[in-house]
């Protein structure tokens, strides 16, 4: 028998929830500051009225709500999954208000796409759009890709345990320290220091390109932080063609690879243990993937003779390759020369890379290499039972972080995961076919938007069905928090509803 | 009379086909029509306009600019000499000079790592640009003000509660 939720219950979420957008309201003064430096008055007008607006919702929700009660893990599962949803609808404020964006729709879908750190955009003009708005759709991934509960976590939420729940609830089930709060911040704290270290690394990049200094910089941030994310946004229209720079497309590989890597991985490396990363079933696994699809998509594109030269082939292949296996989607060719140029071998490989994704516990999208690696531990486990003696005791081992065997329940957990992936990138393209689009097409942009990769075929306009861009949206939500708080928005909603008093 | 039969025939060809090569070899491409059809358009003379936008990023004798047509912005590789009359270059506070560009058009340059680009023989401005005065909303600044005092208010108030 489901029961119907109490008003006690309704009371815990409205509270963590309202403390989770006083924690992102306070995130939109970032913009208005840049507005003011850059003397960009209407903008910073449109962030003062997005952090009044938020404050206000997250004051109601704080004092109609108020409770000393902790977060069960129901609970804390709903509160994430609301609160990735507030935080679209609050940080879509300024962008709609800029009218830089058609509609409310479109600026939700750019700022869900911001914040789940897939990089899909809507926005019109992009080479005109001020500072502060152009830097608040690079914040959007800084702060969904290291977590949005994160945020409160680190500054707003004193109880361990529910906290606790907020952060299993984001899709990451590792902690790095003991002290889950410990964690958020040792986060925020390896985040910042890449930031300042990447935005100098591009933004001297960008400045030996012939770019202006305080532009360099600028660009430097807002692409670090969407490539450091795995988001894909980028300053200016033609994404990273517009630099026409190796340089500029090496850094930003590198810092590709580096943000889709594990926290945990990233917090051996800070203890000095470099060792971690040559033996972690993760790294090893997402090595052999990037190879094995990068020497297919290669064959794709020479029996095209697409890039008829080897260095075109890195640029372009490999690039694009890294880009969407990482979940990234940096591009420097333009959206629709995939279909028309790339073929049908070397575009569903891509699509497959997309797919798979890069490492749990970091800001890619994806299925996830741990996943990949432990479905195939476990397939490697049962061949070797088939054909040893059946006496003999097969044992399967892998190295993350610390050697662990291979368990029913963890095979389980990732073969779920793993399905629940897939089922949500056929249906986006099952939706993507029923309004009219060719098969491939669909699947590329679905696995794209629900991989939180940001690749675009050139299906992802404004001009689309208004509910394609409510299926993507819902995509990249699901995507990015791995189900779980969804089943569980969805419990809650469906016993509010049916269930007995 | 072959003469002027020949003359004659020379002139209807003219008139039948001149004007049009002409208007096709002047008329401007668009974003759209090259990218989807880069290959058709691969290694030719294309004209193509738009405005500069962004950085006008300096390569020792060459240079990069990017121009956008109002749908997608194209790389052109141009020679410095040929920048002299672009003053403006699109941004949130300026619009940029709106220019014609002559040149060569590669599906995947060879020469840039497989970019698609244009290398520029000649550049023309068509419109100068400008730079953007944009006033202050008097909506956006009264609902930020009133949205502020609610704020005040309610702090003024839970103040007084506490106590």
Not at chain 1, 30 to 43: C, M, S, T, Y
Not at chain 1, 60 to 67: A, E, G, K, M, S
Not at chain 1, 219 to 240: E, K, L, R, V, Y
Not at chain 1, 271 to 295: A, V, Y
């Amino acid at each position: 028998m489901i029961l119907r939720p109490r008003l006690e219950e309704v009371k815990i979420i409205g509270y963590y929830l309202g403390k989770i957008i006083l924690g992102l309201a306070f995130t939109m003064l970032i913009p208005v500051i840049i507005g003011l430096a850059f003397k960009e008055l209407n903008p910073t007008f449109d962030f003062l009225i997005g952090f009044e607006a938020a404050l206000l919702f997250g004051f109601f929700l704080t004092r109609v709500c108020h409770t000393e009660k902790d977060l069960n893990w129901m609970q804390g599962m709903i509160v994430v999954s609301l609160s990735w949803l507030a935080a679209m609808a609050l940080g879509a404020i300024p962008l709609f208000l800029s009218g830089h964006w058609k509609s409310s729709l479109d600026a939700c879908f750019e700022m869900m796409s911001g914040l789940s750190t897939t990089g899909l955009v809507l926005v019109q003009d992009l080479d005109h759009l001020s500072f502060a708005h152009n830097l608040w759709r690079h914040l959007g991934p800084f702060i969904g890709g290291q977590g949005i509960a994160i945020v409160a976590l680190s500054f707003f939420v004193k109880g361990t345990s529910g906290a606790f729940k907020m952060y299993v609830g984001e899709a990451r089930e590792e902690k790095l320290l003991p002290n889950v709060i410990h964690t958020a911040r040792f986060i925020w704290l390896i985040s910042i220091v890449y930031l300042v270290l990447g935005t100098l690394a591009l933004g001297i990049t960008g400045i030996l390109n012939g770019i202006k200094p305080a532009n360099a910089f600028f660009h430097g941030a807002c692409i670090f932080m969407a490539g450091f994310d795995t988001a894909g946004f980028a300053p200016q229209s033609q994404n990273i063609l517009y630099y026409h720079s190796p340089a500029f497309e090496m850094v930003t590989m590198f810092f590709m690879v580096f943000g889709s890597l594990n926290f945990n991985l990233h917090y051996q490396l800070w203890n000095g243990n470099r060792r971690e990363i040559f033996k972690n079933i993760e790294t090893r696994t997402l090595f052999i993937s990037i190879m094995l699809t990068f020497f297919i998509v290669t064959v794709g594109l020479n029996q095209l003779n697409v890039y008829p030269k080897a260095i075109l082939l890195f640029r372009k292949g490999f690039f694009h390759l890294l880009s969407g296996h990482t979940t990234t989607g940096y591009m420097t060719i333009y959206a629709t020369q995939f279909i028309n140029e790339w073929g049908s071998l070397a575009l569903v490989t891509l699509i497959c890379a997309m797919a798979l994704g890069s490492c749990a516990c970091s800001t890619s999208g994806g299925i996830k290499m741990l996943r990949v690696g432990i479905m195939f531990k476990a397939l490697k486990e049962d061949i070797k039972r088939i054909i040893l003696p059946g006496k003999a005791v097969v044992v399967e081992k892998f190295h993350h972080i610390k050697d662990v065997f291979v368990e029913d329940r963890s095979v389980r957990a990732a073969f779920l995961i793993t399905v629940s992936y897939l089922v949500l990138y056929i249906a986006g393209a099952l939706i993507g076919m029923f309004f009219g689009y060719p098969f491939l097409s669909s699947l590329f942009e679905s696995t794209s938007a629900a991989g939180n990769v940001g690749f675009s075929c050139g299906i992802t306009d404004t001009a689309m069905p208004t509910a394609l861009k409510i299926t993507y949206i819902i995509q990249m939500w699901a995507g990015r928090l791995e189900f779980m708080s969804i089943f569980a928005l969805i419990g809650f909603v469906m016993a509010s509803i049916r269930g007995k008093k | 009379m072959l003469k002027r039969i020949s003359a004659v025939l020379f002139l209807v060809f003219i008139l039948a086909y001149g004007p049009q090569q002409v208007i096709c070899f002047a008329k401007s491409i668009s974003s759209t029509e090259l990218i989807n059809n880069a290959k058709a358009y691969d290694g030719k003379t294309v004209t193509y306009e738009g405005e500069a936008i962004g950085d006008i990023m300096r390569r020792g004798e060459y240079a990069w600019i990017n121009v956008n047509d109002g749908i997608n912005a194209i790389g052109i590789w141009i020679n410095v000499s040929l920048l002299k009359d672009i003053n403006y270059t699109g941004s949130y506070k300026s619009s940029g000079d709106k220019i014609e560009v002559k040149g060569i058009f590669h599906r995947a340059c060879l020469e840039h790592g497989g970019d698609l680009d244009i290398h520029a023989e000649s550049v023309r401005k068509i419109e100068s640009g400008r730079m953007i005065d944009r006033k202050t909303d008097p909506a956006k600044r009264n609902l930020s003000l009133i949205l502020g005092g609610v704020l005040v208010l309610i702090w003024i108030l839970s103040l007084f509660k506490r106590k």
